[in-house]
């Protein structure tokens, strides 16, 4: 899904890396009351987050992961993501956010895996990582050690950083990547599938019937729903709800529109049926989520 495909008030106007230092690393601690533990947003580089203390729920273009203390993610480029947790309990992540043309040189092993697999297969190439699974552990160990370069000058960690990030892939690559040079044979979701979805994103606000987006994609209506499940883990309008709530989610914080207004510019002519999506997706009311964020 590219970036100029998404709508803009999502994409993250936090500039994560200039010209001279492409990546970046940061340090989120949240606090036992609050529930947002990652706002809503995308943004054009690859990411990992690592959780150092809690848990928290994390979405990535609505497919939930259940992250405990010393799991990770990695989450491709361009793809909308954000985090929530229970109250009453603190939570502290690392994430290191970089760019392929960094990481990646031209005509290389790994440039070609970015090439032929990660971008054009993002939706499936978000990996979770957990403490518990034996063959994730040495990656988990690596992503652990990226929060001391924090505390130390660029010139003394940018090498380690990078051979860190290059054996983290090449582990991703054996463990998941290297399956989705046969999807084509395993009858996976194809490209028209991501395009769909790129449609859906670029016009959430509109009536949408399924015969239009199976139509786009060039298949049958219960070929279109089968593999966009599979991709997405979501029924197409499942979809449709959860990226207009997350749209409204934003109009929320970011404006005092009524909420009727909001709804409606999301998709929703039913107030009603608005407040029970919303509800049943950020389990909280809008209003209630309106005053959160204020405070």
């Known amino acids: 899904m590219r970036t100029d495909m998404k709508n803009k008030e999502l994409l993250e106007n936090v500039k994560h890396f200039t010209k001279a230092r492409p990546f970046s690393i940061h340090k989120t601690e949240i606090g036992a009351d609050s529930t947002n533990a990652l706002y809503v947003h995308y943004h054009p580089e690859m990411e990992f987050i690592y959780l150092d203390e809690g848990s928290m729920t994390f979405y990535v273009e609505g497919k939930q992961y259940n992250m405990k203390e010393g799991d990770a993610l990695f989450i491709p480029p361009a793809l909308v993501h954000n985090a929530v947790k229970n109250t009453g309990v603190p939570c502290r992540h690392y994430a290191v956010v970089f ?31 957990g403490g518990n699974n034996q063959a994730d ?18 010139e003394e960690y940018e090498l380690s950083l990078k051979g860190i990030l290059l054996i983290c892939f090449q582990r991703l690559y054996s463990q998941y990547f290297a399956k989705l040079r046969t999807s084509d044979v395993k009858g996976a979701p194809k490209i028209e599938i991501q395009q769909s979805i790129s449609f859906l994103n670029e016009h959430f606000a509109e009536d949408i019937s399924i015969v239009e987006l199976s139509a786009l994609a060039g298949y049958s209506v219960s070929h279109y729903e ?47 049926y608005f407040n029970r999506v919303f509800k049943r997706i950020m389990g909280i009311t809008p209003n209630a989520y309106r005053k959160l964020r204020e405070k």
């Open 137 to 154: 552990m040495d990656t988990l160990l690596l992503l652990k050690k990226i929060s001391a370069f924090m505390q130390m000058g660029l």
């Open 99 to 129: 760019s392929e043309e960094w990481l990646f040189m031209e005509n290389t092993f790994e440039r070609n895996i970015y090439n032929e697999i990660i971008y054009p297969y993002r939706y499936e190439c978000v990996c979770m990582l």
């Open 226 to 272: 089968h593999s966009f499940k599979a991709l997405t883990g979501k029924s197409p309008f499942e979809y449709l709800n959860y990226i207009r709530i997350i749209h409204a989610s934003k109009l929320l914080k970011s404006t005092k529109k009524l909420i009727t207004d909001i709804a409606s510019e999301c998709g929703f002519d039913n107030i009603s």
